[in-house]
């Protein structure tokens, strides 16, 4: 076969072939950089926009390090701040950052510092004992979670149901109480049977005082609502004359303590109950939370260097503490001076009270010295 020569014949010379594979390979070195060059540009140039910290996203193509002098990325999620004073969060950074998942949540999964759980034990009476001053003396004890207001479920509130119930008491961790105060239900006739068909094991404490002052601090309180009420001695006696003491009045009624415990008792032994006596709560906190404390099982963390007493108001009021810079008192409906009653009608319902005390003593293996 003949061969149309263009210049000189024959196949191309070793040393072009290199140039030509050299000019070849540093082509697609240079490609290669741009992509990666025009990569690095890409990620440094979003996280700057997002306000992302500059670190490494892992190996590059090939395993090759792009930054090597930024830092590590940190993983998902909040970045740990740097040590400085406490602050409360902002509610949107509150709601950006994510809490850690409780056991307590509930069921939406929005994280929540323990469970609403049915109280386990009860301030159940009496109106006007100084069943307030335990409930806040109570409260300072860590293992003890209370419902600050009065829910009347046992008594108005009971149609509602256990689960609205519930819904209102405070979350608890598994080592604290729950506790809620309604000092009515002592003389509500159904309470005893509701309360124990919600829990057998409820623990019930009685704050109770001597029924005379008892019923007078009730009408000072309702007189200072209603001023146009009668009289005390008015309300007090259907015939005063005769003695006769008008015990539908609920102020006299709520006193006949040994009256209202029997039916406590039809559902309750004596050692689920504990009484406390308002007068000595006044003349010595500490020794009757102490007892308290002993009633509910848990150690005796409220002591003498929580109270102090307040002359004005005449009963003891709660020191400051790390949590609150200022001393807590009970409010001012609570320390009012009593109505000015006469002696006469006072040593009447003396009279009308003896024997129920008594009763009441005897139950309770108490001597409350009211007489």
């Known amino acids: 076969m003949a061969y149309r020569v263009l210049g000189r014949a024959g196949p191309p010379q070793p040393r072009r072939a290199r140039r030509l594979l050299f000019a070849f390979t540093l082509s697609l070195s240079c490609t290669y950089l741009c992509y990666s060059f025009l990569c690095c540009c890409d ?21 090759q390090k792009l930054l090597p002098k930024s830092r ?3 993983p998902p999620g909040p970045t740990p701040s740097e040590p400085s004073a406490p602050s409360a969060p902002s509610a949107a950074a509150a709601a950006a950052v994510p809490a850690p998942r409780l056991s307590g949540s509930n069921h939406s999964g929005s994280p929540k510092l323990g469970t609403k759980r049915l ?26 979670r209370a419902l600050g207001t009065e829910p009347h479920f046992f008594d108005r509130n009971y149609g509602r ?20 105060k309604t000092p009515s239900y002592f003389v509500t006739q159904e309470a005893p049977r509701r309360i124990f068909n919600m829990s057998r094991h409820t623990k019930l404490i009685v704050v ?6 008892r019923a007078i601090s009730d009408y000072t309180q309702t007189l200072s609502k209603k001023p146009d009420i009668p009289t005390f001695e008015g309300l007090s006696f259907r015939n005063r004359t005769l003695g006769l003491v008008d015990v539908s009045w609920n102020a006299i009624r709520i006193g006949m303590y040994a009256l209202h415990l029997q039916s406590w008792l039809q559902y309750f032994p004596l050692a689920q109950i504990h009484f406390v006596s308002g007068e000595r709560l006044i003349t010595d906190p500490a020794g009757e939370m102490g007892r308290v404390q002993d009633f ?3 150690k005796r963390f409220i002591t003498d260097k929580h109270f102090y007493f307040n002359k004005t108001k005449g009963f003891p009021c709660l020191k400051k503490t790390e949590s609150s810079l200022l001393p807590r008192c009970l409010g001012k409906s609570k320390g009012r001076t009593h109505v000015q009653i006469d002696p006469d009608v006072i040593d009447q319902l ?22």
């Not at 149901?161 to 506790?179: A, E, H, N």
């Open 43 to 63: 990620v440094l140039g979003r996280s700057r926009l997002l306000g992302a910290p500059r670190c490494l996203h892992g190996p590059g193509a090939g395993g």
């Open 72 to 74: 590590p990325c940190d």
């Open 119 to 144: 109280p386990q034990a009860l301030i159940v009476g009496v109106k006007k004992g100084g069943t307030r001053a335990v409930l806040e003396f109570i409260r300072v004890h860590p293992d003890v």
């Open 161 to 180: 149901g256990l689960d609205w119930y519930r819904s209102l008491m405070p979350r608890t961790l598994d080592t604290q109480i729950t506790l809620e």
């Open 208 to 213: 109770v005082r001597n029924p005379v002052t």
């Open 296 to 298: 509910l099982g848990i």
């Open 350 to 371: 003396r009279e009308f009270y003896r024997p129920y005390n008594i009763k009441f003593y005897e139950t309770v293996g108490q001597d409350f010295r009211w007489e």
